[in-house]
């Protein structure tokens, strides 16, 4: 792993499970053992560091996410393989997600309101993806080839009851299975 690589690593895992603003850039140094002055030859600033954060991090969660639905055929197959992908999450076995700690971009656009900040708007283009990478896969069924803008509402639903499903395992403190029952999924996609 290269020393930026280990600088963004450690950063996210600082960052993730305790809040960037209880985070300096000198925990930062220790944690990822490089110097100060390799740190600033990577960022110029812990803004930097934490886009770089947040970069990283949406690439890893939507690259496990589109694996998710590899092999749902329909839009009961993809809700079920969404909630149960982040019931494994929530329940801390998806090793590239990390230990569970609730929704990074949503922790993080909490503790930068401006919706003009750099860092607020790489938190809500990550969410543009997310529910965009939903709709591809609904688009794709038989159900919803010839109906987009049906695809693009169940997406926009999965997508509420998936950002509700992590808000509450996250502030409840109590990961248990929170499965939508199937009954109850096949009623909302029916």
């Known amino acids: 792993m290269n020393k930026r690589s280990q600088i963004v690593n450690t950063a996210l895992a600082l960052f993730y499970n305790k809040g960037i603003h209880e985070v300096g850039i000198n925990e930062v140094i220790q944690s990822a053992k490089v110097a100060k002055k390799t740190l ?12 770089a954060c947040l970069v ?19 839009p009961l197959d993809i809700a079920d393989a ?5 019931s494994l999450w929530i329940n801390n076995q998806v090793d590239e997600l ?19 900040h750099p860092i607020a708007q ?26 987009p ?5 169940l997406s926009k639903l999965l997508m509420t ?10 502030v409840s403190k109590q990961p248990q299975t929170l499965l939508l029952d199937k009954t109850i999924l096949k009623k909302l996609i029916a």
């Open 56 to 74: 990283e991090r949406d690439e890893r969660f939507n690259g496990w996410l589109k694996s998710q639905f590899i092999y749902a055929k329909t």
């Open 122 to 147: 790489l938190c809500t283009k990550h969410k543009q993806t997310v529910l965009k990478i939903i709709y591809e896969a609904l688009a794709l069924t038989p159900q919803f080839k010839e109906a």
């Open 161 to 170: 009851l998936k950002e509700g499903m992590i808000c509450q395992a996250r």
């Open 82 to 86: 969404l909630f149960n992908a982040l």
């Open 40 to 51: 600033y030859n990577h960022f110029s600033s812990k803004d930097e560091l934490i886009c």
């Open 98 to 116: 990390g230990d569970f700690n609730g929704c990074f971009f949503v922790n993080t656009a909490a503790e930068f309101p401006l919706d003009t």
């Open 149 to 153: 803008s049906e695809a693009e509402k």
